[in-house]
């Protein structure tokens, strides 16, 4: 089998420069280098560059394939858009890590398949999953949870190592968030398992109401100030900052509130999903003898009907067949 490697960043919060463009091509003729992406394949040779590198200085997401079974994903985040902490807490090494850097916070999703890869295109994996990060930086954790259950499934964390706080709308999943899980692979039977304990999102006019009624309660200059910049166009972040307050301040509004699941250790999960994997197995084998009775049970009707049929002609069945017999 031939080797293949792909290779593709991506810049999202300003574009590269001239002398930026012109350092990337000194690393590689024959990638498609544009103001905000560096993309190219390999079948032989390697990569001249270092992605962790170029994710400190151009850019803000990168993905990478290879036809052995590696996957990566590194997406890089304003540190006062991700806490660095929160990060880690949810990503805490080995398949899922985050480090910061000159204040910005790359978060690093890994997975690796021993057994050898199915040959992947990576071609359109990025364009699939870059909503992860405008998801990130309006507070959703759910991204950050499937890296956690990433290294869960993994083997690096201990039984007794328990799970971070679920977040909501772990049942609701983005589409971006949807590739992420298939990207990552990670199992469906822990991901079913996990996403009981979430809660579900909150309804989009209950938010929208919550919304006015925390906006009602900011000072006159903070809402001036954002509203000069998004409609200047200058910058957007303001208002996301705003919206993160929101949603901290909500969740904790609702936890004072709502009950609490426990949270489970990663013994817990992983046995809840072998027992949900077998469950399912055993469902779909009974589902599939079910089918297989029915089919059964119409084919004979349909024996039955036409032994009907053909009773009492013998004669004038077998004359059609000597007739086709002579036709050859």
Not at 60 to 79: C, M, Q
Not at 230 to 240: F, H, Q, V
Not at 293 to 320: C, F, M, V
Request: aromatic letters at 8%.
């Amino acid at each position: 089998m031939s080797e293949y490697q792909y290779y593709e960043f991506q810049a999202i919060d300003r574009p590269l420069t001239e002398q930026e463009m012109r350092e990337l091509r000194a690393c590689s003729t024959r990638a498609r280098i544009t103001p905000t992406s560096f993309i190219n394949d390999y079948s032989w040779g390697n990569f001249r560059g270092d992605e962790d590198t170029w994710m400190e200085k151009y850019f803000d997401a990168f993905l990478y394939v290879a036809n052995w079974g590696t996957r990566v994903l590194k997406l890089r985040l304003p540190s006062r858009l991700l806490d660095l902490e929160t990060a880690h807490l949810y990503c805490p090494g080995g398949q899922a890590f985050t480090r910061e850097k000159s204040g910005k916070v790359i978060l690093t999703f890994v997975s690796d398949d021993e057994g050898g890869g199915e040959w992947v295109e990576g071609e359109g994996w990025l364009s699939s999953l870059i909503s992860v990060r405008a998801e990130l930086a309006r507070g959703d954790k759910r991204s950050l949870y499937l890296g956690w259950l990433l290294c869960a499934q993994s083997g690096e964390l201990d039984d007794e190592d328990v799970e971070p706080p679920v977040p909501p709308g772990l049942s609701q999943l983005s589409a971006s968030l949807e590739s992420l899980v298939g990207f990552l692979r990670i199992d469906t039977d822990l991901f079913l398992v996990a996403a009981r304990a979430s809660q579900p999102m909150a309804d989009g006019r209950e938010k929208e109401d919550g919304i006015r009624k925390w906006v009602g309660r900011l000072e006159a200059d903070e809402k001036d100030a954002v509203l000069t910049r998004l409609i200047a166009g200058e910058d957007l972040s303001p208002a996301t900052e705003l919206f993160r307050r929101f949603i901290r301040e909500w969740d904790q509004e609702n936890q004072g509130t709502a009950e609490q699941p426990r949270r489970r250790t990663v013994g817990e999960l992983l046995c809840s999903a072998g027992e949900h994997s077998q469950e399912r197995r055993q469902l779909a084998a009974k589902k599939a003898a079910e089918e297989k009775a029915r089919r059964e049970r119409e084919a004979a009707i349909l024996r039955a009907k036409h032994l009907d049929q053909i009773e009492g002609r013998e004669p004038e069945l077998w004359n059609e067949v000597e007739n086709l017999i002579l036709t050859k």
